[in-house]
């Protein structure tokens, strides 16, 4: 005992230590964000209202699908798991290779028309403030994404296709509680990630999910992990 304070014990200080460790990263990977000059204004593209633009460029309206990177960011941001302060960072990686920085404390606009507007103001002035406050709720940083990781961290990779596959759920209560946990998910409509730098690669289903429903069980598993209701 030291000046009158009993020192915590060994316990407390694990628990402690434990706690602060907790923590995900999301990696939205392949989002299709791309502004061009439509008319008069910049426009965030999709395959919706650029049809024709797309179609006079040679591009494919298929792939331009920036709704999958808005319902997979309001996935994460309004799971249990954010309210407890648990996700401590969020990026989303474009095609275009753009690595765009997302605070998850930010209150994304809830309809796709206004998530749009905000994207293309984004990319064109690189940043996002808080109204209230001096915080950027958006940016563009350098990649690799990698450079923004804790050292000792686990990485997994998520896919229909890959080879380990069995109860998320379970698979989570294997994981260390005093590690950051890294995620990659696809944001796009079809295909496979591209992230070399994953330790694991993981199912989340027997079946092909959209990225939102997958980010859903994935956060769901946490908070059954660390008792978050």
Same mark, same amino acid.
């Given at each position: ?9 060994? @316990?407390?200080? +694990? +628990?402690?230590?434990?706690?602060? #460790? ?7 990977? @392949? $989002? ?16 919706? @209202?650029?049809?024709?633009?797309? =179609? ?56 796709? =028309? ?37 050292? +000792? ?7 229909? $296709? ?29 295909? =496979? ?7 694991? +690669? ?9 990225? $939102?429903?997958?980010? #859903? ?13």
């Amino acid at each position: 005992m030291v000046g009158g304070l009993q020192p915590p014990s060994i @316990d407390e200080e +694990e +628990e402690v230590k434990k706690t602060a #460790g907790q923590g995900i990263i999301f990696v939205l990977e @392949d $989002a299709q964000l791309e502004v061009a000059q439509v008319g008069k204004s910049y426009q965030l593209l999709n395959c919706d @209202d650029h049809a024709s633009y797309l =179609k006079k460029h040679k591009k494919d309206p298929a792939l331009f699908r920036p709704d999958i990177c808005h319902q997979a960011l309001l996935a994460i941001l309004d799971s249990p798991l954010n309210k407890a302060g648990k996700i401590k960072a969020i990026y989303v990686h474009t095609h275009k290779n753009v690595l765009i920085s997302v605070n998850p404390k930010i209150r994304l606009p809830r309809t796709f =028309k206004r998530f749009c507007g905000l994207m293309a103001q984004l990319l064109q002035k690189l940043s996002i403030r808080a109204t209230n406050g001096p915080d950027k709720l958006l940016k563009i940083v350098k990649g690799p994404v990698t450079k923004y990781f804790p050292l +000792e961290c686990v990485r997994l990779g998520f896919s229909w $296709a890959a080879t380990k596959k069995e109860p998320f759920h379970k698979y989570v209560q294997g994981l260390p509680d005093d590690k950051t946990v890294v995620m990659v998910v696809g944001a796009f409509a079809h295909g =496979k990630i591209d992230a070399p730098w994953v330790d694991d +690669e993981v199912a989340v289903s027997e079946y092909p999910l959209s990225a $939102a429903y997958a980010l #859903g069980r994935i956060t769901n598993a946490f908070e059954q992990k660390w008792s978050i209701f």
